[in-house]
């Protein structure tokens, strides 16, 4: 197969995430992105959150898009995903180049991250988010509520995330936000446990190989990965 040396992205922030497990396996140098429309997708008003993770690892490149020559567009999504485990959007890409990942390690962690912050990873042992897109069985998190003290428990996210958490279960727990991404994944990396739906921090605890306990949604579900620590609901 010719080497991929290159990809132009124009996707949302959590399937960037994802995306960067591909160029790992593939060797992938440079990926160029590009901006879209929506509050979950890519654009240069998220550039500061988004960009600081993504050009952290030191395995490939992220710039943007300014009509550089590139190989592969990644950003062509299949119109049904199939809900079922080990699917995700990286087998199918893979599958588009007829590659089986098998042998790659698509299971593994992808994000390097060295830093944890000290004052939550003593602390906090479940950080949660509830996004509004992407939902579906709600009944485990009564469970983590129940199981777990107030002050052990953490939400991260933004306002409305947090206020319809809140409301919908009763809770009364700490609600933290980040500047930008990596701060975001240095909190997803202090603590033990992540609980939540399909995001963008859903997408950074699976790539650190978190504990996760995911809500799956009855839409969408590309996010699946065979993992021994990751449970789907």
Known sequence: ?????????????????????????????????????????????????????????????????????????????????????????????????????????????????????????????VLINRTHRYRGNNTFYYDFLKYYKPSELVFCGIDEEYDSFCSDFNANIDFLKTENSLELATLVNSVPIFVGNQSLICAIAQGLGKTCYIETGRLAANYLFNRQNILYF
Request: hydrophobic fraction near 35%; charged fraction near 25%; charge should be negative.
């Open 1 to 125: 197969m010719k080497a991929i040396r290159s990809f132009y992205m124009n996707l949302d922030m959590g399937d960037l995430v994802y995306s960067l497990l591909f160029c790992k396996i593939l060797g992938t140098e440079r990926v160029y992105v590009d901006g879209g429309e929506g509050t979950v997708k890519f654009n240069w008003n998220s550039a500061d959150f988004i960009l600081p993770l993504l050009q952290s690892q030191n395995y490939v490149e992220i710039l943007p898009y300014d009509n550089q020559e590139f190989d592969i567009d990644y950003g062509i999504h299949p119109e049904n995903i199939r809900v079922e485990a080990g699917y995700n959007l990286v087998s199918y890409h893979a599958s588009k180049f007829d590659i089986s990942f098998d042998d790659y390690g698509v299971n593994k962690p992808w994000l390097s991250l060295d830093t944890v912050d000290d004052s939550y990873i003593k602390s906090k042992k």
